[in-house]
């Protein structure tokens, strides 16, 4: 029987270990990789994926018309939580399995998350960008007990944020419409997004929403916030109107922005110049422990599934 191709999409693999290579190679499969060390566009894709049975999938997009072109492909193993550059009901109709690492994010995306609410409230992007030009000029921050966080979804990661928050004392609100009441944890207070936005100093994003959907936050939203409050995004940067965020960062409304994702990546847009943004490559994810459990998952998902159909 032949032996199943694997195609690594992954613009970064095996940088720190050679493991998740070696599951692969060990358990006999024909493994081809994206030399370019760039995401894939989708036309790149159809061309690499030719005759390949699954691929190790970053957030490169996946879509029912990509399905069509690709009769060989049976698994699309996700190195990440987040589905959404999936479209999952076009990889059911076509009997594609997908396959996730929900477990190895929760850490280095709770913990980039509490980094960036701190940096924001002591004013790091701003004195980073006056030392920059020579200037000294102080400016005074806040104490995380000071302020009310509110976090947009209460998903696993979320739930770690909040871990990481009980130490300091803030009041925390959360809206996820997905969870009940009884499901979430004494002292944090569920409600709408309005009433969030209206009351939270932090607002944190940590949902799932399809791209097609459209942003979360737009003009009406931002303008909801509190007058001076800060965002933080470590989910997907579709999930916002970047146009009408610039705009509330650039007049005041909002203090201040930190952003690992974006509508469009690489960014290199105006929203990642403002003195009162903090932006980060797409790296919430990327420390040395959890990049290397995540590409054994992604690793291990694909000869679990090939073992599992051929038993």
């Avoid at 995380?144 to 979320?158: D, N, P, T, W, Y």
């Avoid at 930190?258 to 932006?279: H, I, K, Q, W, Y």
Wanted: aromatic content about 8%; overall charge neutral; proline content about 5%.
């Amino acid at each position: 029987m032949t032996q199943p191709v694997v195609y690594v999409a992954l613009s970064q693999f095996c940088e720190q270990d050679e493991k998740p290579r070696k599951i692969l190679q060990d358990a006999g499969f024909i493994l081809k990789e994206n030399k370019t060390g760039k995401r894939l566009k989708k036309e790149e894709l159809i061309e690499v994926l030719q005759g390949v049975d699954a691929v190790l999938a970053g957030v490169e997009p996946y879509d029912v018309d990509l399905f069509s072109k690709l009769p060989n492909l049976k698994l699309i193993s996700r190195l990440g939580a987040g589905l959404d550059s999936v479209d999952l009901e076009a990889a059911g109709r076509h009997d594609i399995r997908v396959m996730a690492t929900p477990d190895e994010v929760v850490e280095p995306v709770a913990q980039m998350t509490l980094a960036m609410m701190l940096a924001l409230i002591r004013c790091f992007p701003v004195f980073g960008g006056d030392f920059q030009k020579g200037l000294w000029k102080k400016q005074t921050g806040f104490l995380l007990s000071e302020l009310h966080v509110g976090l947009i979804g209460f998903g696993r990661i979320a739930r770690r944020v909040y871990d990481y928050l009980k130490p300091f004392g803030c009041p925390v609100r959360v809206f996820d419409p997905f969870v009940k009441a009884d499901d979430l944890p004494q002292g944090v207070l569920g409600c709408d997004l309005e009433s969030l936005l209206a009351l939270s100093d932090i607002v944190s994003l940590h949902l799932n929403r399809p791209a097609k959907e459209g942003p979360l936050l737009g003009a009406c939203e931002f303008a909801k916030m509190k007058r001076g409050s800060f965002l933080v995004n470590t989910a997907r940067g579709h999930f916002l109107d970047e146009t009408a965020l610039q705009e509330v960062l650039a007049g005041g409304h909002l203090a201040g922005a930190a952003l690992d994702v974006f509508a469009e990546e690489p960014c290199n847009g105006p929203l990642t110049r403002l003195s009162n943004v903090l932006s980060t490559p797409h790296v919430a994810t990327l420390t040395r422990g959890s990049r290397i459990a995540m590409e054994i998952r992604c690793a291990q998902n694909v000869v679990d599934y090939f073992s599992n159909k051929h038993r």
